[in-house]
């Protein structure tokens, strides 16, 4: 009889599999996403490779020596432990993150903007306090500015009602404004001293709010050459909530994660965060098989770093409180093993 | 990774595959990923090439404690390993980007309001 190997679901909960039966999930998460997004399966190397880290009984793995990459902490720390900026300096000192970014606790740049001077002498703080890069982040967040939180007739609810054309001008509206939020934050921390913005979840609310992450992304670039730019996606496929949305000639809705590069590289972007969310329902190793087939032909053209999501409910990672520490290291190995990426 | 993530989870990243940050040298690698966007290899090698050691050094806390101090790099303070009369977090920084040969910007906001 074959043996079986604790491992996990995508919910984080404990179960057992025989080698076989990991290896199903391997092809199968694999195949669905080949399907679904066009691309090919992962050859039998890379399965191979896959089968050997999550059929392992180990309690932790990690890459080889020298084979180390950057992890760039999208919103650092607790908000429970001392103060905002002690929270990086635990992150820097004790964890050992290679970059830290400093973020309050409503995660939106239209949040941000009222009361930015606040958030502004924070960062100053930090950079006194801390030697690592220290960037500044939050969410593009479309949505905050549709009604009732917002000016805008909001298109969730235009929308069912056959108002496309309304729906339309009103995330054209929202986006025009979002751009020039996220322009006057981003001038702000500048000023206060930060080594770059992060524009976290990007495309969350459609194409919309993807275009207006590199709208922004454009902006930021050419006022600020040297100035650290990250957009990290909300979801594999950027959703077509306007539907006919562009940049640079090319229609947002539908992308994946190769097609959402090109458009980051092309912006002027310093890092891209492709995230790929987990089916709770499914095991790990068959939502690791699933994320990397659509991100490895993102890998093929990347001309910039490439950190992958890799946090809770994305990459592989669990979605629940406390990710166990065997499905993140295993979620890590394997995209710097198989996708040589930059960063997570 | 991202805001959401739970607690210490970076931790079993940072172990996993990280660079350690200061704790080596992966915070000098990000800054050549943001400011140049340099893919990893790259970014490794610029970085070691400027310090005089091998890409591999870079995550090797042993052997970059010795290389920050001598290039005046910054250190973390620990209970028994402290340097009151080595560069602190913004004079460290001074010399990352000497050393680097990067703009960092809040040394240049430094030099600027402090009028140097």
């Given at each position: 009889?074959?043996?079986?190997?604790?491992?996990?679901?995508?919910?984080?909960?404990?179960?057992?599999?025989?080698?076989?039966?990991?290896?199903?999930?391997?092809?199968?998460?694999?195949?669905?996403?080949?399907?679904?997004?066009?691309?090919?399966?992962?050859?039998?190397?890379?399965?191979?490779?896959?089968?050997d880290?999550?059929?392992?009984?180990?309690?932790?793995?990690?890459?080889?020596?020298?084979?180390?990459?950057?992890l760039?902490?999208d919103?650092?720390?607790?908000k429970?432990?001392g103060n905002?900026?002690?929270?990086?300096?635990?992150?820097?000192?004790?964890?050992?993150?290679?970059?830290v970014?400093?973020?309050?606790?409503?995660?939106?740049?239209?949040?941000?903007?009222?009361?930015?001077?606040?958030?502004?002498q924070s960062?100053?703080?930090?950079?006194?306090?801390?030697?690592?890069?220290?960037?500044?982040?939050?969410?593009p967040?479309?949505?905050?500015?549709?009604?009732?939180?917002g000016?805008?007739?909001?298109?969730?609810?235009?929308l069912?009602?056959?108002?496309?054309?309304?729906?339309r001008?009103?995330?054209?509206?929202?986006?025009?404004?979002l751009?020039?939020?996220?322009?006057?934050?981003?001038?702000a921390?500048?000023?206060?001293?930060?080594?770059?913005?992060?524009?976290?979840?990007?495309?969350?609310?459609?194409?919309a709010?993807?275009?207006?992450?590199?709208?922004?992304?454009?902006?930021?670039?050419e006022?600020?050459?040297w100035?650290?730019i990250?957009?990290?996606?909300?979801?594999?496929?950027?959703?077509?909530?306007?539907?006919q949305?562009?940049?640079?000639?090319?229609?947002?809705?539908?992308m994946?994660?190769?097609d959402?590069?090109?458009?980051?590289?092309q912006?002027?972007?310093?890092?891209?965060?492709?995230?790929?969310?987990?089916?709770?329902?499914?095991?790990?190793?068959?939502?690791?098989a699933?994320?990397?087939?659509?991100?490895k032909?993102?890998?093929?053209?990347?001309?910039?770093?490439?950190?992958?999501n890799?946090?809770?409910?994305?990459?592989?990672v669990?979605t629940?409180?406390?990710p166990?520490?065997?499905?993140?290291?295993?979620?890590?190995?394997?995209?710097?093993?198989?996708?040589?990426?930059?960063?997570? | 990774m991202?805001?959401?993530?739970?607690?210490?989870?970076?931790?079993?990243?940072?172990?996993?595959?990280?660079m350690?940050g200061?704790?080596?040298?992966?915070?000098?690698?990000?800054r050549?990923?943001?400011?140049?966007?340099?893919?990893?290899?790259?970014?490794?090698q610029?970085?070691?090439?400027?310090?005089?050691?091998?890409?591999?050094?870079?995550s090797?806390?042993?052997?970059?404690?010795?290389?920050r101090?001598?290039?005046?790099?910054?250190?973390?303070?620990?209970?028994?390993?402290?340097?009151?009369?080595?560069?602190?977090?913004?004079?460290?920084?001074?010399?990352?980007?000497?050393?680097?040969?990067?703009?960092?910007?809040?040394?240049e906001?430094?030099?600027?309001?402090?009028?140097?």
């Amino acid at each position: 009889m074959e043996p079986r190997i604790p491992t996990r679901m995508g919910d984080g909960s404990l179960v057992e599999m025989t080698r076989s039966e990991i290896k199903a999930d391997l092809e199968a998460g694999t195949q669905l996403a080949a399907r679904k997004a066009k691309v090919p399966e992962l050859v039998q190397d890379e399965l191979d490779h896959l089968l050997d880290i999550y059929a392992s009984a180990a309690r932790f793995t990690a890459v080889d020596i020298g084979d180390e990459v950057i992890l760039s902490n999208d919103g650092t720390g607790t908000k429970h432990i001392g103060n905002r900026v002690q929270d990086l300096q635990s992150y820097e000192a004790l964890l050992g993150v290679d970059m830290v970014e400093l973020w309050q606790i409503d995660y939106s740049y239209k949040a941000i903007k009222t009361n930015v001077a606040h958030e502004g002498q924070s960062m100053k703080i930090a950079q006194n306090l801390l030697t690592n890069p220290v960037q500044y982040g939050a969410m593009p967040d479309l949505g905050r500015y549709s009604k009732p939180d917002g000016p805008i007739p909001n298109w969730s609810e235009l929308l069912p009602m056959g108002k496309i054309d309304e729906a339309r001008r009103a995330q054209e509206e929202a986006c025009e404004m979002l751009v020039e939020d996220i322009d006057f934050v981003a001038d702000a921390m500048v000023a206060a001293g930060t080594d770059g913005i992060d524009f976290d979840t990007t495309g969350a609310a459609g194409d919309a709010d993807f275009l207006a992450g590199l709208r922004a992304c454009r902006v930021l670039r050419e006022k600020y050459p040297w100035l650290g730019i990250e957009i990290g996606m909300a979801s594999e496929f950027v959703l077509g909530m306007h539907g006919q949305l562009e940049f640079d000639g090319e229609r947002l809705a539908g992308m994946w994660p190769k097609d959402q590069l090109r458009m980051v590289q092309q912006a002027g972007a310093s890092i891209y965060g492709p995230a790929v969310n987990i089916n709770t329902g499914k095991s790990t190793a068959w939502n690791i098989a699933r994320a990397i087939t659509f991100i490895k032909p993102a890998m093929a053209i990347a001309e910039i770093p490439v950190h992958v999501n890799v946090g809770m409910g994305v990459g592989a990672v669990p979605t629940c409180v406390y990710p166990p520490a065997d499905a993140t290291s295993r979620a890590s190995k394997a995209f710097v093993e198989i996708l040589k990426i930059d960063g997570y | 990774m991202g805001t959401g993530d739970p607690l210490g989870m970076e931790g079993a990243h940072t172990q996993a595959s990280g660079m350690g940050g200061m704790r080596a040298a992966g915070d000098l690698v990000a800054r050549m990923q943001m400011t140049r966007r340099m893919r990893i290899k790259e970014a490794k090698q610029y970085v070691a090439g400027k310090l005089g050691c091998t890409p591999r050094d870079l995550s090797d806390p042993v052997a970059m404690e010795q290389i920050r101090l001598d290039k005046g790099l910054g250190t973390l303070a620990a209970t028994s390993s402290t340097h009151p009369d080595e560069p602190g977090m913004m004079e460290a920084k001074f010399n990352i980007s000497k050393a680097l040969d990067i703009p960092i910007n809040c040394v240049e906001r430094f030099k600027e309001r402090a009028r140097l």
